[in-house]
C-alpha cells in the first residue's frame, strides 16, 4: 500500500508563475513532512519541512501547506525558475525518523 | 564540510554475485539509513543503523544486511543479487531521531547498481 502518493508525475510552468506541487498520505501517525529536490545523477536536496502540528511553513520562494483534515500538503513555489527544473518528492516521517517517499513530481519552468 | 559520500558510483554485477556498498555519513551525524530507488519510483526505506545496530527494517528480504562502524560509516551488502536489485542506492544520514525534531535527512549521491 502507497502511504505517500504524489498524483502527478509532471507539471510544467512559465517562469515567474507560481509552481504547486502536491502530496496526499494515509497514515495519521507522521510527525513531519518534508520536500526534496533531486537533480538527475545527484542525492536529493532537503527543500523544506513542515510539523504535523502546523499548517504552514515558509521559507523564501518555497511555501509548503498541510491539511490534515484531508491528509494533503502541498508545495508552492514563487516565482518558479528555470533552475527549480527537477524531480520534487514528498516524504513523511515517521517518530523513527524513517522516511516514507512519494513517487515524485518532476517540474519543467520554461523561460 | 563534507556531506554524505558514497562509494562507488556505479558497479555491475551479475545474478547470483554480492556486493557491498559504503557510505560516509555528513561531520557529525550519527545515524544512517539506506534507501533503494528503482528507476522512475521514489526511494524506498530499507534500514537504519544507530549505535552500530539496525534499529528500523523496511520490507526488504534478509539478503539485505548492513552494518555501522564506531566512526559512524556504513555497509550495505546485498547477497544473490537478482535483476530486480538494479537499481539507484542511496545513504541519508542524520542525528538519531532527528535531533531536536526537525533535522532533515541528509542524502549522498547514490551507488547506481546494475545487475547483468
Known amino acids: 500500500d502507497q502511504q505517500v502518493k504524489q498524483n502527478s508525475p509532471s507539471l510544467s510552468v512559465q517562469e515567474g508563475r507560481i509552481s504547486i506541487l502536491n502530496c496526499d498520505y494515509t497514515n495519521s501517525m507522521f510527525d513531519y513532512f518534508l520536500w526534496y529536490k533531486k537533480y538527475p545523477a545527484e542525492g536529493p536536496t532537503f527543500l523544506i519541512s513542515i510539523s504535523s502540528i502546523k499548517d504552514k511553513n515558509e521559507d523564501g520562494r518555497f511555501t509548503v501547506f498541510l491539511n490534515k483534515s484531508a491528509k494533503h500538503l502541498s508545495l508552492h513555489i514563487v516565482p518558479s525558475q528555470p533552475g527549480d527544473s527537477a524531480v520534487y518528492f514528498c516524504a513523511a516521517r515517521n517518530a523513527g525518523n524513517m522516511l516514507t517517499f512519494g513517487g515524485g513530481t518532476r517540474l519543467m519552468v520554461k523561460p | ?116
Open chain 2, 1 to 116: 564540510d563534507a556531506g554524505v559520500t558514497q562509494s562507488p558510483t556505479h558497479l555491475i554485477k551479475t545474478r547470483g554475485q554480492q556486493v557491498t556498498l559504503r557510505c560516509s555519513p555528513k561531520s557529525g551525524h550519527d545515524t544512517v539509513s539506506w534507501y533503494q530507488q528503482a528507476l522512475g519510483q521514489g526511494p524506498q526505506f530499507i534500514f537504519q543503523y544507530y549505535e552500530e545496530e539496525e534499529r528500523q527494517r523496511g520490507n526488504f528480504p534478509d539478503r539485505f544486511s548492513g552494518h555501522q562502524f564506531p566512526n559512524y560509516s556504513s555497509e550495505l551488502n546485498v547477497n544473490a543479487l537478482l535483476l530486480g536489485d538494479s537499481a539507484l542506492y542511496l545513504c541519508a544520514s542524520s542525528l538519531w531521531l532527528g535531533g531536536d525534531g526537525n533535522q532533515p535527512q541528509h542524502f549522498g549521491d547514490g551507488t547506481r547498481l546494475s545487475i547483468l
